[in-house]
């Protein structure tokens, strides 16, 4: 990709795609939905071409957002808990601080320490956050309470 003009070749111009991209990020609208409200402005735009806009920009996006979020607190609350993905059961590992904010999940296909400790990894490094002074973690995470102190030092 051009590091210049990410946006260059494309049919559309760069506001309409991002604004397209943006929509399906930020609200619960399926592809068709998009299409049917950018017709609705005049724009004929496939669905399909929005998806390969996610599918191209939304990478990209999150990589360049994550850097301007805010600091995050101290205090941090950790769960797991059993979904079901695409028909696929996982175990989404979630982090969200004292204001509510999601700080990191993570989707594993398997509930073990393995699992555990990249999503840890996961949350510390991130950039965004600061190092917590305290982590409240339920006692199914590794079986016990107060197990996570081992990575914090």
Request: proline share 4%; charged share 25%.
């Amino acid at each position: 990709m051009d590091a210049t003009n990410p946006f260059k070749w494309r049919h559309f111009e760069a506001p309409l795609i991002l604004l397209g991209v943006r929509w399906y990020l930020r609200y619960a609208l399926s592809y068709r939905d998009l299409e049917e409200m950018m017709a609705e402005r005049g724009l004929a735009v496939d669905h399909r071409t929005i998806c390969r806009w996610v599918h191209h920009y939304a990478p990209q996006l999150e990589q360049r957002v994550r850097a301007h979020l805010h600091p995050t607190t101290d205090s941090w609350r950790v769960d797991e808990t059993y979904i079901k993905v695409r028909g696929t059961w996982m175990y989404l590992y979630r982090a969200v601080d004292s204001a509510g904010n999601t700080l990191e999940f993570v989707l594993s296909p398997h509930r073990h320490a393995q699992a555990a400790e990249y999503f840890f990894r996961q949350a510390l490094g991130s950039t965004h956050t600061v190092m917590p002074r305290v982590i409240n973690v339920d006692g199914r995470l590794f079986g016990r309470k107060g197990t996570v102190a081992w990575m914090l030092s």
